[in-house]
């Protein structure tokens, strides 16, 4: 009998009471001190000492706190893999890519070097549309969420108004729902685009702004080097009645005072109560030289990571939803895993990891044949067998997979965020925990 390989410890949450907490499950108990002796000794091979003990490792053993043997782990393990590949239930996620081209060069984007002229053309689109609502035919999915990227999705608005109008229209036909969502710089969001958009169905627009006006600035420019923070702010407030818009910002370790200010501006321009949400991420270096993406949280960031998800909060921005979000559950294992999960690049490529697209021979189909769809080549060399007994693997996998590729040119290692997940499972869980059982004062000083 042992605990669970899955399961962190908390020591002294309150006096004398510890936090068990499992990753595999997303659940906590609270257990006294004696409690956790009693653990330390049935791990060694002793049996419970009184009828209390027996019902508390009864307990313990039902609600997988603990296991009776390494096997046990590796079954709860892959029946959790299992369900986290199919995604959402019942739904295809497609990441749609009218064009790798961009009218901004931010300093960290590992796609500003795409030729401004490369984009989707006529027939690869049509043919896109057919392999999309060919596999939603094939698999009986009642649900479709597409989700525009690039570059610069709204640099092609033609595309995205024509293709969500076609696929809300087949999916209706079919007695199914679409959604989308946007990942835009927010350059050319305007309120006449928003309004079109939403009639095909419920969205939203994710929009960057990389800290206070001389922070983006420095960072996003357009590509005579001119800033962009003016504009996308101004599009942000027009927009924010009309259509639902997530917030996000890539920060760098010494610019926690501008985002700051940036959460000031959005606070003090009305936007509270109006934003889906805020999210902050640090910049990651995925290339071998300068160009970067954002996707997971690096060594040295998470206290700032942590401190600025305080101040979104206190501020009220974001929804209701989440302020009661924890780290974990906006992490993996991403769509990757998941198979019913695609990103379709401009020349009709199909990939299962967005980082990944427009890179030839990292594609698992094709838009344009009826070819068996191969294995992920992020995905063959198994790397997370790399992690050991980490108990984060069951929400990591191994990391950001498609970032490392990119930094490294190769698909057998790890994106290892062992230290962010240390300090940002401590602070979710043990704020969580202090909410349901703590006083009002220790759920205060938690948050």
């Known amino acids: 009998m042992q605990l669970s390989r899955f399961v962190v410890s908390y020591r002294n949450v309150r006096d004398g009471e510890h936090v068990l907490y499992s990753v595999l499950s997303d659940r906590y108990v609270g257990i006294d001190q004696a409690t956790l002796g009693a653990i330390g000794r049935w791990s060694r091979g002793a049996s419970p000492a009184r009828t209390d ?7 313990l053993l039902e609600d997988g706190f603990l296991v009776e043997g390494r096997e046990d782990d590796d079954q709860a393990l892959r029946e959790h893999l299992d369900r986290a590949a199919g995604g959402i239930p019942g739904e295809m996620h497609v990441t749609l890519m009218p064009t790798l081209a961009c009218n901004l060069a ?4 590992f796609q500003k070097e795409h030729p401004a002229f490369g984009k989707m053309n006529g027939t690869t689109e049509e043919a896109t549309v057919e392999w999309i609502l060919r596999a939603i035919d094939e698999r009986k999915l009642r649900s479709l969420h597409v989700h525009y990227f690039g570059g610069e999705p709204l640099t092609r608005k033609d595309f995205v ?15 199914g729902t679409f959604a989308w969502s946007c990942t835009t710089n927010g350059v050319n969001l305007t309120p006449d685009f928003a309004a079109k958009l939403r009639r095909f169905g419920d969205g939203t627009f994710k929009v960057t702004l990389d800290g206070d006006r001389e922070t983006h600035d420095r960072m996003r420019t357009y ?7 003016d504009q996308i702010f101004e599009n942000v407030v027009a927009c924010a009645s009309i ?3 997530r917030i996000g910002g890539n920060f760098l370790p ?20 109006k934003l889906e949400s805020v999210r902050f991420k640090p910049i990651i270096d995925t290339q071998k030289k300068k160009a970067s993406c954002t996707g997971c949280t690096g060594e040295g960031e998470t206290e700032t990571l942590v401190q600025l998800n305080k101040s979104i909060e206190r501020r009220g921005l974001g929804s209701r939803e989440q302020r009661h979000e924890t780290l974990e559950e906006m992490l993996g294992p991403c769509e990757l895993h998941w198979k019913n999960s695609y990103t379709i690049d401009p020349d009709g490529r199909v990939y299962k990891c967005p980082a990944v697209a427009g890179i030839p021979g990292m594609e698992v189909a094709s838009v344009g044949t009826r070819a068996d769809e191969k294995e992920a080549p992020l995905l063959v060399l198994r790397p997370w067998k790399k992690c050991g007994d980490c108990p984060y693997l069951p929400v990591c ?9 990119l930094k490294t ?3 057998d290692e790890v994106a290892c965020k062992l230290e962010a997940f240390e300090t940002s499972f401590r602070e979710a869980v043990t704020k969580r925990y202090l909410a349901e059982f703590g006083s009002t004062e220790e759920w205060s000083n938690a948050a």
């Open 53 to 59: 003990e027996k019902e508390t490792q009864a307990a």
């Open 161 to 175: 108004l024509r293709t969500a109008e076609i696929l809300s229209a087949a999916m209706a036909a079919r007695g």
């Open 409 to 411: 040119g190769r698909t």
């Open 223 to 229: 590509r005579n080097g001119r800033g962009s923070f």
């Open 254 to 273: 010494d610019q926690q005072a501008s985002f700051e200010k940036l959460l000031e501006r959005l606070d003090s321009a009305g936007l509270q109560g």
């Open 243 to 245: 259509v639902r818009i």
């Open 397 to 405: 996998m191994g990391g950001c997979l498609g970032s490392k590729y």
């Open 106 to 109: 931010c300093d960290y984007c």
